[in-house]
């Protein structure tokens, strides 16, 4: 099946640094890019929609200026969480879909802010 | 409002067999999608329902009905590695998924 590499798996940072996170579709070209989030027992939420070569569509509540999403290209999007804090400790995982009906996970990001 | 409900959490003996359901009401359909997760792991396909009636792969089968706005997973011979959490997930008119809060299973000698 198709893959969807994410990297890096697991990540600490201190507070107020940024935290870059790249997510690729390896063996196809993906029409959307997502962007998850997900607290300990909680579903995913979404955070955000990423078409390649123009800005990210953010969902209500999502920080547009603090997650930064730049999809350069059709097998490449980035999230990068800027001055991060440990509220933003978090499990982040980015998906793709191959024309609209497949979605494909990332292996998923576990930030941890200390 | 969209909304996706299961349940939060069923029990299940190993061996034996379990159904699993959703019921949704979203703006559009565009097909139903069902997910396994494991703990501190991302999400993995399982099951994709566009059309009503039941979709058999292996020991997993799913079920839709568009008009009831209802669908399960149903597992049979259940395995201990089969603990997880199961999400139903619909992709609205925008082709975006939404997603139900997700099923614990718990898989018992």
């Known amino acids: 099946g198709a893959v969807v590499s994410q990297h890096p798996s697991r990540v600490i940072c201190k507070s107020g640094t940024s935290v870059k996170i790249e997510c690729r579709s390896l063996?196809?070209?993906?029409?959307?890019m997502f962007w998850y989030r997900q607290f300990p027992k909680q579903s995913l939420m979404l955070m955000a929609t990423s078409n390649e070569g123009s800005k990210a569509t953010y969902e209500q509540g999502v920080e547009k200026d603090k997650f930064l999403i730049n999809h350069a290209s059709l097998t490449l999007s980035t999230l990068t969480v800027t001055s991060a804090h440990p509220e933003d400790s978090s499990f982040y995982i980015c998906?793709?879909?191959?024309?609209?009906?497949?979605?494909?996970f990332g292996q998923g990001t576990r930030l941890t802010v200390v | 409002g969209q909304n996706i409900d299961q349940p939060t959490e069923m029990t299940a003996t190993e061996g034996a067999i379990v159904q699993i359901n959703c019921t949704y009401q979203?703006?559009?359909?565009?097909?139903l999608f069902w997910y396994q997760q494991h703990a501190g792991e991302a999400p993995t396909f399982l099951s994709y329902n566009v059309l009503d009636g039941l979709e058999e792969k292996g020991r997993f089968s799913s079920f839709l009905s568009r008009s009831k706005g209802y669908s399960y997973l149903l597992l049979k011979e259940l395995q201990m590695k089969d603990s997880a959490s199961y999400l139903c997930a619909v992709m609205d008119s925008n082709y975006q998924l939404i997603w139900g809060a997700g099923t614990k299973l718990i898989i018992k000698p």
């Open positions: 063996d196809f070209q993906a029409t959307t």
């Open positions: 979203t703006s559009g359909f565009n097909g």
């Open positions: 998906s793709a879909t191959r024309g609209h009906t497949e979605a494909f």
